[in-house]
């Protein structure tokens, strides 16, 4: 057991797309866990778009990362030490340690996995993303046998599950995703009904005409995670009481999409409002951190479905903390296949 | 009684505002009613902003008015001729009419009006203006005690019925309506706990500082039936899990906003789409026509409260058919005080 552990910082705030000297590798002494506190060795963290918006100093929903802070993250480990009764050492755990190879945190702000699955899938399948996914479209999409989903970031957590979940509720599902091999993994691994490749697609107009073959009844439920294009090719495309849970705009996170100074995307659409009224149409922003009251239901549902294999997952694993600024940079461009995760262990 | 009916047909189709040859009075003979029918003489029929969409050859929520055709609009009227066991001579109804003197309707599209309360409230406080907002207030806005509402046009039918709802409910009510006359309306007639007056400020910025200090705990409830420069003013202020409720946006009407071709209002904004995600708002177009299932609630709830005198209302009376063209541009235009309504008898 060593005595130190490292981390990753903000070095500065991006300017666009992060770079590799916006992040810094620091080394300090492993802390002691105090009364009621655990120290967890990291053995895998996730990485997430979400991330990109608290490395801006910019009014989010939720407090930017401070220059020199650690990045935050979620991440799986053992715990070494425990001033806990709750947690004992080997217990396998998960919390919010950032970029980091260990962490101290008070046992109130862990939870003990079961280990009968993957750690790694409370990271992604049955972590926040997948929970992001499930209750999305389950509480504000409100599927029904017989109608059209689309989503895109297709093959990623949140995207895979929407996908799946839809289609065991008898939806007819339409992935969109960047490039042809995702397109055929969304088909095949995740049984989307048609998957559709937007790099084939100049602009939003022939991006929206693939979409409506691939929709020949319409689009009732459209689960926004990207913004952009995508939007501006389905928005059309809506039927009437169509529903749009909006849980994130990656395509805009390194144009500032989340602060209050810059325009982006689907903004510039003449009809939106408009849009929203004639079609009758639900729009609800959602950040699932408000919303854990609904993760043991989650959890209950949906952990037989993954254990059983009903619920396909894909992770994109890259090794070793120092890699971790690039695996973050190509996700955002989306470089990674399924879930972003780094495995230290 | 006569043998000949008048009605206003539409003419042409406006561009922009519409004017007086866009309309057209003709004269014809008095139907018979058929088995099943029912003929009416029209006491008052109502104008609603919903009319000017009607008048443009665009795809919006309900069909265009063809050329030629009858303008639509709600009535109240007795019965003079009844081809239905359901009603009688002297019966008092409400029906589809149009802009008319008389009508012939099938039995099953008339209703009864109770005769204890004034023939007009069936197309003001308790038809469908009013139901406009107790729905969309209600059901949409899901208001609690001790949170910020506003409403736009607040002595009209829909933004006076919000607010004294909404007051009811214990919500604090801010009024915006065009004119200091209305403004006064508006606090002393409809109890609104603040009022202001759109037309003092000259654009968005200067109306949201009016609407912040108005408004100190920010907007929970944003019940959105002007759009442009309101809705502009007021996104910025409004609390995280807000509610908009989309029911109209008059304030684009004549320049066509819900025709899928032009741009309006708030749609300029650049940062909609993420203030909905960051601030995990729920945004609801409705149209009202379609959820006519919670009219009889409606009705059983607010009928004794106007009765009562708990709900108020203003009724803005043009006379004449021929009139009536002149009360629907002022409308548009923000000219009348009040349900607006045309009484013929």
């Given at each position: 057991m060593t005595d130190s552990m490292q981390q990753i910082t903000l070095?500065?705030?991006?300017?666009?797309?992060?770079?590799?000297?916006?992040?810094?590798?620091?080394?300090?002494?492993?802390?002691?866990?105090?009364?009621?506190?655990?120290?967890?060795?990291?053995?895998?963290?996730?990485?997430?778009?979400?991330?990109r918006g608290r490395m801006d100093d910019a009014k989010s929903y939720a407090a930017p990362v401070p220059i020199d802070g650690v990045m935050e993250a979620g991440g799986v480990g053992e715990v070494i030490a425990s001033r806990s009764p709750h947690f004992a050492?080997?217990?396998?755990?998960?919390?919010?340690?950032?970029?980091?190879t260990h962490g101290c945190l008070p046992a109130n702000?862990?939870?003990?996995?079961?280990?009968?699955?993957?750690?790694?899938?409370?990271?992604?399948?049955?972590?926040?993303p997948g929970f992001t996914g499930w209750y999305g479209l389950t509480e504000l999409g409100r599927p029904k046998a017989g109608e059209t989903l689309v989503v895109a970031a297709a093959t990623g957590p949140v995207g895979s599950m929407?996908?799946?979940?839809?289609?065991?509720?008898?939806?007819?599902?339409?992935?969109?995703?960047?490039?042809?091999?995702?397109?055929?993994?969304?088909?095949?691994?995740f049984g989307?009904?048609?998957?559709?490749?937007?790099?084939?697609?100049?602009?939003?107009?022939?991006?929206?005409?693939?979409?409506?073959?691939?929709a020949p009844d319409g689009i009732d439920i459209y689960f926004e995670n990207v913004g952009g294009k995508v939007f501006e090719a389905v928005l059309p495309l809506m039927n009437t009481f169509g529903r749009i849970p909006l849980c994130?705009?990656?395509?805009?996170?390194?144009?500032?999409?989340?602060?209050?100074?810059?325009?982006?995307?689907?903004?510039?659409?003449?009809?939106?409002?408009?849009?929203?009224?004639?079609?009758?149409?639900?729009?609800?922003?959602?950040?699932?951190?408000?919303?854990?009251?609904?993760?043991?239901?989650?959890?209950?549902?949906?952990?037989?479905?993954?254990?059983?294999?009903k619920i396909s997952y894909l992770e994109d694993i890259a090794k070793g903390l120092d890699n971790a600024p690039q695996a973050f940079m190509g996700m955002l461009e989306g470089r990674n296949t399924g879930k972003q995760i780094v495995q230290l262990t």
């Open positions: 070095a500065a705030r991006p300017e666009g797309a992060p770079k590799d000297s916006d992040f810094a590798l620091v080394e300090k002494p492993l802390p002691e866990p105090a009364e009621g506190e655990v120290l967890v060795r990291v053995q895998a963290f996730s990485l997430d778009p979400y991330m050492v080997g217990d396998s755990v998960f919390g919010m340690f950032g970029w980091a702000q862990l939870r003990k996995l079961d280990r009968s699955l993957p750690a790694t899938t409370a990271l992604g399948v049955l972590g926040m929407v996908g799946q979940i839809a289609k065991a509720r008898g939806l007819r599902t339409v992935a969109i995703a960047g490039g042809a091999e995702k397109c055929a993994l969304a088909m095949e691994k989307f009904d048609a998957a559709i490749d937007h790099r084939a697609y100049e602009d939003a107009r022939s991006l929206r005409k693939a979409l409506a073959e691939a994130g705009m990656i395509s805009g996170y390194n144009a500032g999409a989340l602060s209050s100074t810059k325009a982006q995307g689907p903004d510039r659409l003449p009809m939106l409002w408009s849009s929203i009224l004639v079609k009758q149409m639900s729009v609800n922003g959602f950040i699932i951190s408000n919303h854990y009251e609904h993760y043991p239901t989650f959890l209950k549902e949906v952990a037989p479905l993954v254990a059983s294999g």
